[in-house]
Every structure is written in structure tokens, then in C-alpha cells.
């Protein structure tokens, strides 16, 4: 599966952003989706990850109450909602899918990666 993320962009801190990651190549509803995020210097973290079938899903501590995680397999696109945007939440973001029914948190257990998307929040 090929996945192209979008939807970064410059925010004031207390905005919003929508981020969309679309797939192609693949039966989309087969995987399990995960949004991650990266810093320069830093690794790579857990943002947001949703089952195959949408009805789970699990969030890092730093955005929980903050984002959403959605799902639509008709346009084989996963979302990632951001309200209450923070100066460190700044990143580039990236989508991955994993093939399989599992909530998948940690980087390495992902198959597949999009390019990433910048997300720039002001002060």
C-alpha cells in the first residue's frame, strides 16, 4: 500500500488542523492505521492508531482529549483531527498501516509509511 499524507500548514496556537492520509495499492480495510510524529534530532513518536474496522483506537498522553483518529474505507483516506493545537505539537507528521486487526503503537511494527506532512504551531 502507498499512503500520501496532507494537510499540514501553519496554526496559531488554540487552532485547528485536519490531517488526511490516503492510500492506494492495497485493500484499505485489511489495516490497522497510525499516525506518528517527528522533531528534528528526535525520534519518531506515537501520535494516534486505529484498527481495521475503526472501532478502536488508542492515543498518545500528550494528545488524548486533543485529537481524533477517523477512518473512511470508501475514499481510503485516514484523518487526523488536531484541536487545541500547542507550540510542541509542532512536527512533521507521518501516516503508516500495518497490515492486521491490532491497535500498533511502536514504529517499527509498521509496514508502510507516508512522506509526512509539517505541521508549524505559533506562539
Known amino acids: 500500500v502507498q499512503l500520501q499524507a496532507s494537510g499540514g500548514g501553519l496554526v496559531q496556537a488554540g487552532g485547528s488542523l485536519r490531517l488526511s492520509c490516503a492510500a492506494s495499492?492495497?485493500?484499505?480495510?485489511?489495516?490497522?492505521l497510525g499516525w506518528f510524529r517527528q522533531d528534528p534530532g528526535k525520534e519518531r513518536e506515537f501520535v494516534a492508531a486505529?484498527?481495521?474496522?475503526?472501532?478502536?483506537?488508542t492515543f498518545a498522553d500528550s494528545v488524548k482529549g486533543r485529537f481524533t483518529i477517523s477512518r473512511d474505507d470508501a475514499k481510503n483516506t485516514v484523518y487526523l483531527q488536531m484541536n487545541s493545537l500547542k507550540p510542541e505539537d509542532t512536527a512533521v507528521y507521518y501516516c503508516?498501516?500495518?497490515?492486521?486487526?491490532?491497535?500498533?503503537?511502536?514504529?517499527?511494527?509498521?509496514?508502510?509509511w507516508g512522506q509526512g506532512t509539517l505541521v508549524t504551531v505559533s506562539s
Open positions: 503508516a498501516a500495518v497490515r492486521g486487526p491490532s491497535l500498533v503503537t511502536k514504529v517499527p511494527e509498521y509496514d508502510y
Open positions: 495499492k492495497g485493500t484499505f480495510s485489511m489495516y490497522s
Open positions: 486505529i484498527s481495521w474496522n475503526g472501532l478502536r483506537n
